[in-house]
Nanobody, 122 residues
Framework: HVQLVESGGGSVQAEGSLRLSCVVSELTSSDYCMGWFRQAAGKQREWVASISPTGRQTYIGSVKGRFAISLDSGRNLLALQMDSLKPEDTAMYYC?????????????????WGQGTQVTVS
């Protein structure tokens, strides 16, 4: 069955960096829109970034220039490089895969989700 497993979260000081990874199994990630979402304590989950099957990358405004999404299709590995981290980036981060995604910032467009990895910035 399809599995998405995130790793790479942790605690870091402001202006530090972290690299999140998401290993995808039982689907061809390059055929899907792959995305990262996050949910801070007491808040709704929000879209962070996505990469389309054609390689187009899009980001929420608050992370543009600081985060970079990438997909290694040969390894079925999605990554999120996060630089210049801020305390407001603190959240549980989730990777997701959607087969027919018209609006990559909408949760409902994604079919598969990982369990999340915690990022804490102080």
């Amino acid at each position: 069955h399809v599995q998405l497993v995130e790793s790479g979260g942790g605690s870091v000081q402001a202006e530090g960096s972290l690299r999140l990874s998401c290993v995808v199994s039982e689907l061809t990630s390059s055929d899907y829109c792959m995305g990262w979402f996050r949910q801070a304590a007491g808040k709704q989950r929000e879209w962070v970034a996505s990469i389309s099957p054609t390689g187009r990358q899009t980001y929420i405004g608050s992370v543009k220039g600081r985060f970079a999404i990438s997909l290694d299709s040969g390894r079925n590995l999605l990554a999120l490089q996060m630089d210049s981290l801020k305390p407001e980036d603190t959240a549980m981060y989730y990777c997701a895969a959607g087969e027919w995604v018209a609006a990559p910032d909408r949760e409902s467009e994604y079919n598969y989700w990982g369990q999340g990895t915690q990022v804490t910035v102080s």
